[in-house]
């Protein structure tokens, strides 16, 4: 019979710091909307399909992270670290994304970025 995982997702920030401390790194659909990430250290980390709506994650290392699907919309993600993160078909609308580091992330037609945003002259790289 197959094992079923039946926790929680992580909603506080609290949380998703302290799991990450002891080598956690999976985060998937973390329920964070609103939580104050600044200047955390979650690089390499599956926050796929995540709410970060309106999240601080200002200065935040998400360096390798994996945010497909997530929901970065309203997010400030200004001076934060995400070069070689997964962006596919995530939500970055109205997200602060000044002195942002995104050379090589990876997204595709499916991501959302502001309207006045040049995510290819920002080093983003656009995958099929």
């Given amino acids: 019979m197959p094992e079923v995982n039946f926790q929680q997702p992580i909603n ?3 949380r998703i710091i302290e799991e990450y401390a002891v080598g956690k790194r999976d ?3 973390a329920e964070l909307g609103e ?3 600044q200047g955390v250290d979650l690089k390499g980390s599956d926050l796929s399909y995540a709410d970060l709506s309106a999240a601080n994650l200002s200065g935040a290392n998400l ?3 994996d945010l ?3 929901d970065l919309s309203q997010a400030n993600l200004q001076n934060a670290d995400l070069r070689g993160a997964m962006l596919f078909s995530a939500d970055l609308r109205q997200a602060n994304l000044q002195g942002t580091h995104l050379e090589k992330a990876d997204c595709d ?3 959302h970025f502001p309207t006045d945003f040049d995510a290819i002259a920002a ?3 656009m995958r099929e």
């Fill in 12 to 14: 506080s920030a609290a």
């Fill in 27 to 29: 985060f998937e659909k």
């Fill in 35 to 37: 939580a104050n990430l």
């Fill in 63 to 65: 360096r390798g992270s």
């Fill in 68 to 70: 497909s699907f997530a």
């Fill in 109 to 111: 037609h499916n991501t």
């Fill in 123 to 125: 080093g983003v790289k």
